[in-house]
């Protein structure tokens, strides 16, 4: 079993910044994929980034690349999502998520592991 605990996130204004991580534990980190999701009310947890972890090419929802970068620090058991240029369509919760396999991909049902998520607010 592995458990993801989220952190980092906030309250910022409209071109801010803030930095997420999860957290790690229960199964050797480098064993699994890790992506990043968000769900406001109403909608459906929707895809915000992962990466093939045999090569570390990372993959972005089409709303965030150029804003948003994802990377793991194995030695830390620790995946980060740094989030530039907020806006606040970007207001939600935000999880991450571990797959057992190289790559995460697009879709949360494929997911094995969820963090409880943590709250990003962006003010306009």
């Known amino acids: 079993q592995v458990q993801l605990v989220e952190s980092g996130g906030g309250l910022v204004q409209a071109g801010g910044s803030l930095r997420l991580s999860c957290a790690a534990s229960?199964?050797?980190?480098?064993?699994?994929?890790m992506g990043w999701f968000r769900q406001t009310p109403g909608k459906v947890r929707e895809f915000v980034a992962t990466?093939?972890?045999?090569?570390?090419?990372?993959y972005y929802a089409d709303l965030v690349k150029g804003r948003f970068t994802i990377s793991r620090d194995n030695a830390k058991n620790t995946v980060y999502l740094q989030m530039n240029s907020l806006k606040p369509e970007d207001t939600g919760v935000y999880y991450c998520?571990?797959?057992?396999?190289?790559?995460?991909?697009?879709?949360?049902?494929?997911?094995?592991?969820w963090g409880q998520g943590t709250q990003v607010t962006v003010s306009s």
């Open positions: 229960g199964r050797p980190f480098n064993t699994y994929a």
């Open positions: 998520a571990g797959r057992r396999s190289v790559y995460g991909g697009e879709n949360a049902a494929s997911y094995d592991y």
């Open positions: 990466f093939k972890w045999s090569d570390g090419t990372a």
